[in-house]
């Protein structure tokens, strides 16, 4: 299996239009031994409630929610404790609070360098677009954008089966050594993580899953989704082993440890992993995130 120090930063200012802007992570492999892989390959690495609208949703842009993100409360660690699930659509337009689909797990805009979230039309509702990707020679002068929850332990599986994804469009000018799409924590510092991503030029979409002892987990098949067509992707992580499925059909899989849990205190992030430089910023559109455990 193969291990990943992944770097990272958060805080940052922020807007939001009729999409939204947001970050991504790097990292660095350390083979080891092969794991099984399904077409053709598989890589382990190692709310309060809301107001209702008044009126109609319509995409737009959101005012700015403030220059840092919202700090994290201390104290112990819980995991969920019984079944647990969110879906974000995006339909509900910039007229009312970015929440799930039952007007919980409130989402709130971060970003910095005029970086700006947007939503547009996707189908009967609205998507979330991202900026684009930057060019600049400087990473800390790109604007940069994401989707940060608070705190929420409930969203944290332990050792439960899983499954969390999205669905993404992105093409060819999209692409980056890295583009988070969905995660909860961080692979490195005694934390654990489940992450969603599309890394590097070949545009693979990856599943990674990460416990307290730096061991990090990735499936990822050799396919590209970087296509300018929309993909559903889907990460399942049942008690032995983690998969993605591309479009309805599971495309590469990966052994994982029985007793892994994954239980941290960080947010919900669409899009990166903070606002800061080096975010693994998302470049693209991202629709229908979703998490359910058990």
Known sequence: MSRIWWCFGLTGTLLIAAGLTLSRS??????????????????????????????????????????????????????????????????????????????????????????????VPQGSGFAVAYPRRCTLARDRDCPRAILQGLRDDSLNPGTRPMEYGASVLMTRSDLADGANVVQKGYSVGGGSQYKLQVDHLLGHPSCVIAGQRHWIYRAEPWIDVADGRWHDLTCSRTSDRLAITVDGVERAWVRVPPGLSIANPEPLRVGGKGPAKGNDQFAGEIDDVFVSIN
């Not at 492999?29 to 077409?39: Q, S």
């Not at 974000?88 to 360098?113: C, K, M, W």
Request: glycine share 12%; proline share 16%.
């Open 26 to 119: 790097s990292a660095a492999f350390d083979p080891r031994p092969a794991a099984t892989a399904l077409f053709p390959s598989v890589m382990p690495v190692s709310a309060p409630p809301t107001v209702k609208p008044t009126s109609p949703a319509v995409a737009g842009i959101l005012p700015n929610e403030g220059s840092f993100a919202p700090p994290l409360p201390t104290g112990k660690v819980a995991v969920a404790g019984g079944p647990v699930s969110l879906h974000y659509s995006f339909d509900g337009g910039v007229r009312r609070p970015i929440t799930d689909t039952s007007g919980a797990h409130e989402l709130l805009p971060l970003g910095q360098n005029g970086g700006e979230l947007r939503l």
